[in-house]
């Protein structure tokens, strides 16, 4: 009956004795406002207090000895003009203001401590996957674990087969359970194995209760095993309820809406103790001036422990929120590179959380200390000392947040630790880069282990002479043997392969397939841009979007065929990308020499658009044995020496194919701006000239062991690894020598 007569009090309107508001006109309660002068029942909520307060810091002039600044006096101008059009508002203007300010407030505000008075509902959907294994005990009764050796033939007769389990509990390690009455053995039957996919939704409600100090926790701790008692001992109900058949829908296990009507009366009962005080305080004095009523013992009470509590949590709210900087700064220290920076982090770490427990202790302290003034104040009936503390609460809390000398330390130590880690983290950052450039310029150095060169001088007496090019027919197909990938698969001769060409006429679907994609047209874009952005003349991109790559791979392999793709689907998936489709293109009146192709792998070629001209020979036909003599050789040549090399050449238009082996040197060269789809096909008998070739590259820059070259070596290596012959039935090597051929004689004898 309370508690509905509560719920009922709480759904009524504000009585008009009731306790307004004077700045937004709106009922209010004793707890939640503070006295408008010396007329207790005249009151203003805390809400349009901080309204107000907020008002006179913005409006507040800045000392004569400082600086103020263009935005802050800006701001300040704004405020006067607020305040200034305030005064002019009549009471119900204002009354709207203040609401609008309060409104906004409390939608900005983070929110107050939680109790179990208070619920959250929720309704929530999961898709979880998870992998999970688990060791599987039973605990048998004396009739089971009989029943089962009896199965097992162990006993012959049901009495031998309970004296067996009656000396197997009677062990000293044997796993035993008393339930019901009865004595249980332990079992383990293996491990289960769960491979869990679920997906549901999920509604319910919540409670919670914010713990911010040891008398929280204790409270929580003595509630919520009352509450957990009470929780298993519903299960159980229920459980018995299942086993009739009785049970309807199971028992409320949180009683939120119980709980909150029971907050809710206590609330207005104390408020209506407080109300019946302080009207009775009222009608004892009527002689005071009107306007002018003494202050009530119980009402400034109340407003000090108010105080209080706002500002215990204000100091915990500041304490906290260095903390969480701290904690973030720690989970940063921990991902430094080196155990040096990271054991400088620590330390710096120690040096603040040392100073936690003195704050925490200087709170409690001061807690401890208000209330006990309280209390004495509050025997005693003195409203004025009352009235006095919580000025004097109010005073120590700007004292303490800005002059107490361990906060002041703790927020520095935090400020420098916070500067450390980020001048930390941008000097590893800076290293790194550094580092990354200087690996880059290695690489791409004349004098490192540069592949291809746009700037020889071969290039550029190349280009001198490029319009003569097509006149003499020099880029006529010339050393093209074959026809077919299988040529290029199965011929083993070093000296004497040369690129497989596919005529037009074979490639010319598969070319206008390939330009069809959008794909193309934007990745043609994206390959100029870059090729720009470099200053380059050749650039060759990866189709990065897998749908477009797989419809690429296709087209790819209807047209070499599935002997070029069955080899590197065998490869691990890390080194797929080596294999991905891409596109290229060359800017007009441009020649790129090439040392070798990409990795050591044959560098497949369709002309899409304009023309490309190729020539080359064997990388075994320059000075020297390893790729750095070869390389230094190569940059010296000129155009006429190079031209004495080459054995072979091919003019590719759009549909046109060329297979470049890997251990080849070649320039392309290109007359107007070109584009083409080029694709890694590796298979066969080519492997083990890709194995060779990577072997060198790996000997010519060891930095390259620890990236795809180095991986793809060691798996083409393994993939060509030739495993160990079986043994023979008959228990003989099967490494033995094969039986001797018959002569024509004992076959004629075999065979009359």
């Given at each position: 009956?309370?508690a509905a007569a509560a719920k009922a009090a709480a759904?009524?309107?504000?009585?008009?004795?009731?306790?307004?508001?004077?700045?937004?006109?709106?009922?209010?309660?004793?707890?939640?406002?503070?006295?408008?002068?010396?007329?207790?029942?005249?009151?203003?909520?805390?809400?349009?207090?901080?309204?107000?307060?907020?008002?006179?810091?913005?409006?507040?002039?800045?000392?004569?000895?400082?600086?103020?600044?263009?935005?802050?006096?800006?701001?300040?101008?704004?405020?006067?003009?607020?305040?200034?059009?305030?005064?002019?508002?009549?009471?119900?203007?204002?009354?709207?203001?203040?609401?609008?300010?309060?409104?906004?407030?409390?939608?900005?505000?983070?929110?107050?401590?939680?109790?179990?008075?208070?619920?959250?509902?929720?309704?929530?959907?999961?898709?979880?996957?998870?992998?999970?294994?688990?060791?599987?005990?039973?605990?048998?009764?004396?009739?089971?674990?009989?029943?089962?050796?009896?199965?097992?033939?162990?006993?012959?007769?049901?009495?031998?087969?309970?004296?067996?389990?009656?000396?197997?509990?009677?062990?000293?390690?044997?796993?035993?359970?008393?339930?019901?009455?009865?004595?249980?053995?332990?079992?383990?039957?293996?491990?289960?194995?769960?491979?869990?996919?679920?997906?549901?939704?999920?509604?319910?409600?919540?409670?919670?209760?914010?713990?911010?100090?040891?008398?929280?926790?204790?409270?929580?701790?003595?509630?919520?095993?009352?509450?957990?008692?009470?929780?298993?001992?519903?299960?159980?109900?229920?459980?018995?309820?299942?086993?009739?058949?009785?049970?309807?829908?199971?028992?409320?296990?949180?009683?939120?809406?119980?709980?909150?009507?029971?907050?809710?009366?206590?609330?207005?009962?104390?408020?209506?103790?407080?109300?019946e005080q302080l009207e009775t305080e009222a009608k004892?004095?009527?002689?005071?001036?009107?306007?002018?009523?003494?202050?009530?013992?119980?009402?400034?009470?109340?407003?000090?422990?108010?105080?209080?509590?706002?500002?215990?949590?204000?100091?915990?709210?500041?304490?906290?929120?260095?903390?969480?900087?701290?904690?973030?700064?720690?989970?940063?220290?921990?991902?430094?590179?080196?155990?040096?920076?990271?054991?400088?982090?620590?330390?710096?770490?120690?040096?603040?959380?040392?100073?936690?427990?003195?704050?925490?202790?200087?709170?409690?302290?001061?807690?401890?200390?208000?209330?006990?003034?309280?209390?004495?104040?509050?025997?005693?009936?003195?409203?004025?000392?009352?009235?006095?503390?919580?000025?004097?609460?109010?005073?120590?809390?700007?004292?303490?947040?800005?002059?107490?000398?361990?906060?002041?330390?703790?927020?520095?130590?935090?400020?420098?630790?916070?500067?450390?880690?980020?001048?930390?983290?941008?000097?590893?950052?800076?290293?790194?880069?550094?580092?990354?450039?200087?690996?880059?310029?290695?690489?791409?150095?004349?004098?490192?282990?540069?592949?291809?060169?746009?700037?020889?001088?071969?290039?550029?007496?190349?280009?001198?002479?490029?319009?003569?090019?097509?006149?003499?027919?020099?880029?006529?197909?010339?050393?093209?043997?074959?026809?077919?990938?299988?040529?290029?698969?199965?011929?083993?001769?070093?000296?004497?392969?040369?690129?497989?060409?596919?005529?037009?006429?074979?490639?010319?679907?598969?070319?206008?397939?390939?330009?069809?994609?959008?794909?193309?047209?934007?990745?043609?874009?994206?390959?100029?841009?870059?090729?720009?952005?470099?200053?380059?003349?050749?650039?060759?991109?990866?189709?990065?979007?897998?749908?477009?790559?797989?419809?690429?791979?296709?087209?790819?392999?209807?047209?070499?065929?599935?002997?070029?793709?069955?080899?590197?689907?065998?490869?691990?998936?890390?080194?797929?990308?080596?294999?991905?489709?891409?596109?290229?293109?060359?800017?007009?009146?441009?020649?790129?020499?090439?040392?070798?192709?990409?990795?050591?792998?044959?560098?497949?070629?369709?002309?899409?658009?304009?023309?490309?001209?190729?020539?080359?020979?064997?990388?075994?036909?320059?000075?020297?044995?390893?790729?750095?003599?070869?390389?230094?050789?190569?940059?010296?040549?000129?155009?006429?020496?190079?031209?004495?090399?080459?054995?072979?050449?091919?003019?590719?238009?759009?549909?046109?194919?060329?297979?470049?082996?890997?251990?080849?040197?070649?320039?392309?060269?290109?007359?107007?701006?070109?584009?083409?789809?080029?694709?890694?096909?590796?298979?066969?008998?080519?492997?083990?000239?890709?194995?060779?070739?990577?072997?060198?590259?790996?000997?010519?820059?060891?930095?390259?062991?620890?990236?795809?070259?180095?991986?793809?070596?060691?798996?083409?290596?393994?993939?060509?690894?030739?495993?160990?012959?079986?043994?023979?039935?008959?228990?003989?090597?099967?490494?033995?020598?094969?039986?001797?051929?018959?002569?024509?004689?004992?076959?004629?004898?075999?065979?009359?």
């Open positions: 009956m309370a759904a009524t309107p504000p009585a008009e004795n009731s306790l307004v508001c004077q700045k937004c006109l709106e009922p209010t309660l004793l707890k939640d406002s503070i006295a408008n002068g010396r007329n207790c029942l005249r009151r203003n909520c805390l809400d349009c207090v901080s309204t107000d307060k907020w008002l006179r810091r913005c409006v507040k002039k800045p000392k004569s000895t400082e600086t103020e600044s263009e935005a802050a006096k800006e701001r300040r101008n704004k405020a006067e003009a607020l305040k200034a059009s305030l005064s002019k508002m009549s009471p119900t203007e204002k009354a709207q203001w203040y609401c609008k300010q309060k409104e906004e407030r409390r939608r900005q505000e983070k929110g107050t401590k939680r109790t179990f008075s208070t619920g959250v509902g929720f309704v929530q959907e999961e898709l979880t996957t998870s992998l999970g294994t688990a060791d599987k005990d039973i605990f048998e009764t004396c009739e089971d674990w009989c029943a089962r050796q009896l199965m097992l033939q162990k006993y012959s007769s049901l009495e031998q087969a309970e004296q067996a389990f009656r000396q197997e509990c009677s062990k000293p390690g044997a796993k035993t359970m008393q339930k019901r009455g009865q004595t249980l053995l332990g079992r383990f039957v293996g491990v289960e194995v769960d491979m869990t996919h679920r997906h549901g939704l999920t509604q319910g409600v919540r409670q919670r209760a914010d713990l911010h100090n040891q008398e929280d926790l204790e409270a929580f701790q003595a509630e919520s095993k009352g509450r957990m008692d009470k929780g298993q001992w519903r299960l159980e109900s229920d459980r018995q309820a299942c086993l009739e058949n009785t049970l309807k829908a199971p028992t409320e296990l949180l009683n939120v809406q119980g709980d909150i009507e029971k907050f809710q009366q206590q609330e207005a009962e104390l408020e209506q103790a407080w109300m004892a004095k009527p002689s005071a001036p009107k306007g002018a009523m003494p202050k009530s013992a119980g009402v400034e009470a109340m407003g000090y422990q108010a105080a209080i509590s706002r500002t215990i949590q204000s100091m915990q709210d500041i304490l906290t929120r260095q903390q969480a900087l701290l904690l973030g700064a720690q989970e940063e220290t921990n991902l430094l590179d080196t155990q040096l920076l990271r054991n400088e982090g620590a330390a710096k770490q120690k040096e603040c959380e040392d100073l936690i427990p003195e704050l925490q202790v200087s709170i409690e302290d001061m807690e401890k200390k208000w209330s006990e003034d309280k209390k004495r104040h509050e025997a005693s009936g003195d409203a004025d000392k009352l009235h006095e503390g919580v000025a004097q609460v109010a005073k120590y809390f700007k004292e303490w947040s800005t002059k107490h000398d361990a906060l002041h330390r703790f927020k520095n130590l935090v400020k420098d630790f916070k500067a450390w880690l980020a001048k930390s983290k941008a000097a590893a950052k800076k290293t790194e880069k550094a580092n990354a450039q200087a690996k880059a310029a290695l690489q791409s150095s004349n004098v490192g282990h540069a592949s291809s060169w746009s700037d020889l001088a071969l290039c550029r007496q190349s280009l001198q002479d490029v319009t003569d090019l097509t006149a003499e027919n020099r880029f006529q197909d010339k050393g093209l043997a074959w026809n077919f990938a299988r040529d290029l698969v199965e011929k083993e001769d070093t000296q004497t392969i040369a690129p497989v060409v596919f005529s037009s006429a074979q490639g010319q679907p598969f070319a206008e397939e390939m330009k069809a994609h959008d794909y193309f047209r934007f990745q043609k874009l994206w390959v100029g841009e870059q090729m720009k952005r470099a200053n380059a003349c050749w650039l060759s991109g990866l189709v990065t979007k897998n749908t477009v790559a797989r419809k690429l791979l296709a087209t790819w392999s209807k047209l070499l065929g599935a002997e070029c793709e069955k080899f590197s689907s065998k490869l691990p998936a890390d080194l797929a990308e080596q294999f991905q489709p891409q596109f290229f293109q060359q800017k007009e009146k441009s020649c790129s020499v090439h040392l070798h192709a990409d990795f050591g792998l044959p560098d497949v070629r369709l002309c899409l658009e304009g023309n490309f001209f190729y020539m080359g020979f064997p990388l075994s036909k320059l000075q020297g044995t390893d790729l750095s003599t070869q390389r230094e050789d190569l940059t010296r040549q000129s155009w006429q020496s190079f031209q004495r090399l080459w054995t072979w050449s091919c003019k590719t238009g759009p549909g046109k194919v060329i297979a470049i082996p890997g251990d080849h040197v070649f320039c392309s060269f290109a007359l107007e701006e070109s584009h083409g789809a080029r694709i890694h096909a590796l298979c066969g008998n080519h492997v083990a000239r890709t194995i060779q070739m990577t072997q060198s590259l790996l000997k010519d820059n060891p930095l390259l062991s620890s990236m795809k070259t180095g991986r793809l070596s060691k798996a083409l290596e393994t993939s060509m690894a030739k495993p160990k012959k079986p043994l023979a039935a008959d228990g003989d090597s099967a490494n033995s020598a094969p039986p001797a051929k018959k002569t024509k004689t004992e076959k004629k004898k075999e065979n009359p």
